[in-house]
């Protein structure tokens, strides 16, 4: 029983990571405009934000399924504080902030606020109600007709890939500060501006157009736009609209 909790864990972060980040590119197109990535890594298309919000909210809410207020505001809690954390600990140990919302009403430390609170109390319903009954559905029928030693293997070697991406991506991220706060001469909280071995590796224009909206610190706690500083550096795939 615990086994076969651990492999659901694991399918459903890889597949509700995948989910996101179709969810934020579809978002970002009729909001921005803009064909941009919004992966978490540097490879694979994971918003992995998702995926653990997606196991949080299914194995404690499952249970109030069909309880639609109860679903909706446990969601807005849940959802509201998985994003407001994440925030945090991507500030605290990467240095920098995916979003930030200090200009929106009734916010939280600019880590989350009132519209996207709401967001996940609607997603909530969806996931528990609709999204993710239709997908345990679909799963039985593929571990129906597919060995599981098969799906198994196939699950670990995605789970490794997510984890050796996010490996490399964090230190990537790290020496794209260093190399940033050094040739724009800007300052960012937490960074030391010592080069290291993927110092060259991956340019500013694989950064950026991986990670088009990052914001950083100054020591006053500042937010900075990346895409204001690094102006020549193109962080998009395409524009709508324009020629």
């Known amino acids: 029983m615990k086994t076969k909790f651990i492999w659901k864990i694991l399918i459903y ?25 919004r992966q978490s890594f540097l490879y694979g298309p994971f918003c992995i934000v998702y995926g653990i919000a997606a196991i949080c909210l299914i194995f404690s809410l499952s249970k109030y399924k069909n309880k639609n207020i109860k679903l909706f505001l446990y969601g807005m809690i849940i959802g509201g504080a998985i994003e407001y954390f994440s925030s945090y600990i991507s500030e605290i140990i990467l240095h ?30 969806l996931l528990i109600n609709y999204v993710n009954p239709f997908l345990d559905k679909i799963i039985n029928k593929i571990i129906e007709k597919f060995p599981i030693k098969i799906l198994k293997t196939c ?17 990537a991220l790290d020496s794209f500060l260093i190399r940033v706060a050094n040739e724009y001469n800007i300052n960012i909280k937490g960074i030391d501006y010592k ?12 950064m950026m157009m991986t990670y ?11 937010p ?20």
């Open 195 to 206: 080069e290291n071995a993927l110092g060259k590796v991956f340019s500013n224009e694989k």
């Open 224 to 243: 900075i736009y990346l895409e204001s500083v690094l102006t020549d550096v193109k962080n998009y795939y395409y524009k709508f609209g324009v020629k």
């Open 96 to 125: 920098v902030k995916w979003w930030d919302y200090s200009n929106d009403f009734f916010n939280i430390n600019g880590r989350t606020c009132l519209y996207y609170i709401l967001m996940w109390g609607f997603l909530s319903l």
């Open 13 to 37: 972060f890889i597949i509700y990571s995948i989910i996101g980040f179709f969810i934020e590119t579809v978002y970002a197109i009729f909001t921005k405009g803009m064909l941009e990535s």
């Open 155 to 171: 699950t670990i070697a995605i789970i490794l890939f997510m984890f050796f991406d996010g490996l490399i991506s964090c230190f």
């Open 212 to 222: 088009p909206n990052i914001i950083v610190v100054n020591e006053k706690d500042e």
